[in-house]
């Protein structure tokens, strides 16, 4: 019998309830055990995260709880504070962590359904970004710098309204580009 293909395969069989409980619960210490290199891999390797050595991951990482078994993480990759991890949208798909990887503050990386989301090796995913995409080896992503929109006359906590809010911005001249 051949293994199924993550590319092409079904809807994952309903997992029991003592073991969706147990995952939950081994995910919510987790997230704020200490730890970092020892009992927090440790805790998502008891959940099925596929977990290499010398792991990082860091305070507050929400690594998904309904498909923790489609996720792999290789060694030495570092994880940081609030990273997300979701392997399933509108079904189970596979994401592979490449070894020596890093992953931002607040980062996001979301699969899809029937999809594998790799992120090479080396790759680094800057804090904030929002990955849905594979990532290739050795690469740096990171969202773009936000930039001023207007300027604020009526501070939002000092608004009554959204409509005060909105109406008080006044829009920045356009900037020569020095190219």
Not at 27 to 40: E, Q
Not at 112 to 117: K, P, S, T
Request: net charge positive; hydrophobic share 45%; with cysteine.
């Amino acid at each position: 019998m051949t293994a199924p293909n993550p590319e092409t395969a079904g809807p994952a069989p309903a997992k029991p309830l003592h073991r969706r409980v147990a995952n939950r619960i081994l995910h919510l210490l987790a997230r704020f055990a200490p730890g970092a290199t020892s009992l927090r891999p440790w805790l998502h390797r008891m959940r099925g995260v596929r977990v290499g050595a010398g792991v990082f991951i860091g305070e507050d990482v929400y690594v998904d709880n309904e498909h923790p078994e489609a996720i792999e993480i290789g060694e030495r990759v570092q994880i940081s504070i609030r990273a997300v991890i979701i392997a399933h949208t509108r079904g189970a798909g596979r994401v592979i962590i490449g070894k020596e990887a890093f992953v931002g503050p607040g980062a996001i990386l979301v699969c899809g359904a029937n999809r594998v989301l790799k992120i090479g090796e080396g790759a680094v995913i800057g804090a904030g970004s929002v990955v849905t995409r594979s990532v290739p080896p050795r690469l740096y992503v990171a969202p773009a710098a936000p930039q001023p929109m207007a300027r604020v006359r009526v501070p939002l906590p000092a608004a009554k309204t959204m409509d005060e809010f909105a109406a008080g911005l006044e829009p920045l001249p356009q900037q020569k580009r020095s190219d």
